[in-house]
């Protein structure tokens, strides 16, 4: 059964980057069948996608957060990693990682639990 | 960017009422639309995708409808364990919006 992790600090000083990685067991990240991405959820408030990758390294992030975000992937580690720079109070969130079935039409089927990420000097 | 807008933001129901929930799409999004629920301190469970197609192990209770840009999520049967938000996620060239959210409460 696949499962993904979030991993990374929970707390980012105003200013600084904030780096998450999602770790994909009971599966593998190098599959052409998905795609992999990260969403937010601010406390209280909705979700927001932030960015999705193809195991190829082919990225595509949210226009409004697109010049502060960075999508990466490690095959050989099957993790996906997430940065976001330039973080203010306003990025303080639950992130989350999940797979984006293909075609990318068929929704996001299998998500990490989360992580909250406070930004906070 | 296409906007969704889902409505209401929030429904009182009772156990057993039949629930509809509305989103729509700032411009056509064909059927590239999902359905999630969130419960309280949880991730998003996909409930439909591709507007109409029901993800395994979901209760037939569950069913959703539309094209272009109207979509609806309709519970034939609210059960207890039904009270949670639900969020409609639209899918565009390689962009995906959500909806704001609607939260299914006990009335």
């Known amino acids: 059964q696949l499962q993904l992790q979030e991993s990374g600090p929970g707390l980012v000083k105003p200013s600084e980057t904030l780096s998450l990685t999602c770790t994909v067991s009971?599966?593998?990240?190098?599959?052409?069948?998905?795609?992999w991405g990260w969403i937010r959820q601010p406390p209280g408030k909705g979700l927001e996608w932030i960015g999705s990758?193809?195991?190829?390294?082919?990225?595509y992030y949210n226009p409004s957060l697109k010049s502060r975000v960075t999508i990466s992937v490690d095959t050989s580690k099957n993790q996906f990693s997430l940065k976001l720079s330039s973080v203010t109070a306003a990025d303080t969130a639950v992130y989350y990682c999940?797979?984006?079935?293909?075609?990318?039409?068929?929704?996001?089927?299998?998500w990490g639990q989360g992580t909250t990420v406070t930004v906070s000097s | 960017d296409i906007q969704m807008t889902q409505s209401p933001s929030t429904l009182s129901a009772s156990v057993g009422d039949r629930v509809t929930i509305t989103c729509r799409a700032s411009?056509?999004?064909?059927?590239?639309l999902a359905w999630y629920q969130q419960k309280p301190g949880k991730a998003p469970k996909l409930l439909i995708y591709k507007a109409s197609s029901l993800e395994s192990g979901v209760p037939l209770r569950f069913s959703g409808s539309g094209s272009g840009t109207e979509f609806t999520l309709t519970i034939s049967s609210l059960q207890p364990d039904d009270f949670a938000t639900y969020y409609c996620q639209q899918y565009n060239s390689y962009s995906w919006t959500f909806g704001q959210g609607t939260k299914v409460e006990i009335k």
């Open positions: 411009q056509s999004i064909s059927s590239w």
């Open positions: 009971g599966g593998s990240i190098s599959s052409n069948s998905y795609y």
């Open positions: 999940a797979r984006l079935l293909s075609p990318l039409s068929s929704g996001m089927d299998v």
């Open positions: 990758i193809y195991y190829s390294g082919r990225t």
